[in-house]
């Protein structure tokens, strides 16, 4: 008998320690503001480029085999093949970034004419 109300005893105690535990982070969590310091800061990638607005040219592109005729003007570094060294690049105008891209030297562009 004596058996029996301890185990009752341990189970209300136990009881009584869950619901609490429970109501306590419930409490904790309504009544607490969120501390600004603990939140994440989202991170933007950072991209460093030599020219404002470059455009890399993607997998889509350089495999067109066809682009549409809209003139929309880009400026394109065409990669030169040379003997001696240092060796540049050349600015080229083409009529679109499809035109560009599909240029197997061509790498990025700006969109806009070359200034010359």
């Known amino acids: 008998m004596i058996l029996i109300k301890r185990v009752y005893v341990f189970l209300a105690i136990a009881i009584i320690l869950i619901v609490g535990a429970f109501w306590h982070k419930n409490y904790i969590e309504k009544n607490v503001p969120e501390d600004p310091i603990s939140k994440p800061i989202p991170i933007k990638p950072v991209i460093t480029i030599s020219e404002p607005y470059l455009n890399l040219c993607t997998k889509e592109q350089r495999g067109a085999d066809f ?49 010359k």
């Open 67 to 115: 682009c549409a005729q809209v003139y929309a003007p880009v400026c394109a570094e065409v990669q030169i093949q040379c003997i001696k060294a240092p060796c540049y690049p050349i600015k080229e105008t083409f009529s679109s970034s499809c035109e560009a891209c599909k240029n197997q030297l061509v790498s990025s562009y700006v969109i806009g004419e070359c200034k």
